[in-house]
């Protein structure tokens, strides 16, 4: 094993980030400083990305099988951190549970030790004042957080069965470069807040989010 930016990566990793956007990307850049790890991408159209570098990129639509047949075999992690197009609820459910569904099937294989589906607090649904953790029960009113958590479940049925090693991170509020939506409406003079005294928001820094996702990618034993 070899000490990277305060955490331990594991060599000869074949990784596969599915849905390999902003945050992939910067997931990416930290497992490739491991020269020994291999880091394939998912993306519709990835041809004309140059980083980061070093990455494999396959060219695939998650919500189409027929077109993961590229996948290549000896997958060892599978990191599935894609988003639909557009906040519809057939969106929504053909990204994330069909699309997750078909990238784990493509997928599997006996070499395949943990699937890392990155999820959203939305699962929790509205608690109002009260503080959220990950003893909270789920309860999501909206269909963003019901399809999220049919996800969620789905995977976990899924690593019971297949004895694959799976993980839901809860992520929410991600800010970073590009992308300053909140910043800019506090600029304008835009932004609000309850009028409430307390105000509870989640916010994570995308290098963060990233560094996390690594260490969970590295951990023995993410959950009890």
């Not at 990793?13 to 490739?32: E, F, N, T, W, Y």
């Not at 990191?79 to 906040?87: L, V």
């Not at 699962?123 to 969620?152: K, M």
Request: aromatic share 8%.
């Amino acid at each position: 094993m070899r000490y990277v930016k305060d955490f331990f990566i594991r060599v000869d990793m074949r990784i596969l980030i599915a849905g390999c956007g902003d945050l992939g990307s910067h997931v990416a850049k930290l497992l490739l400083k491991t020269k020994d790890n291999e880091v394939f991408g998912i993306r519709r159209q990835p041809a004309s990305l140059r980083e980061p570098h070093g990455i494999k990129w396959i060219a695939a639509d998650l919500t189409k099988p027929v077109s993961l047949d590229s996948i290549p075999e000896g997958i060892t992690h599978l990191i599935f951190a894609a988003a639909p197009n557009e906040r519809s609820e057939d969106a929504y459910r053909a990204t994330y549970l069909h699309g997750l569904q078909n990238v784990v099937q493509a997928s599997q294989s006996p070499k395949l030790k943990r699937v890392i589906f990155i999820s959203s607090t939305a699962v929790y649904g509205d608690h109002g004042q009260e503080w959220v953790d990950e003893t909270t029960p789920t309860n999501p009113s909206a269909f963003n957080g019901r399809i999220l958590c049919d996800a969620e479940n789905w995977l976990t049925a899924f690593g019971s069965r297949s004895q694959v090693s799976t993980v839901s991170l809860r992520l929410s509020g991600i800010y970073g470069p590009q992308r300053n939506y909140l910043l800019e409406r506090i600029r304008q003079g835009l932004a609000v807040a309850p009028k409430s005294n307390e105000h509870w928001v989640n916010r994570i820094h995308i290098e963060d989010a990233a560094a996390a996702v690594v260490h969970i990618l590295e951990m023995q034993t993410p959950l009890p």
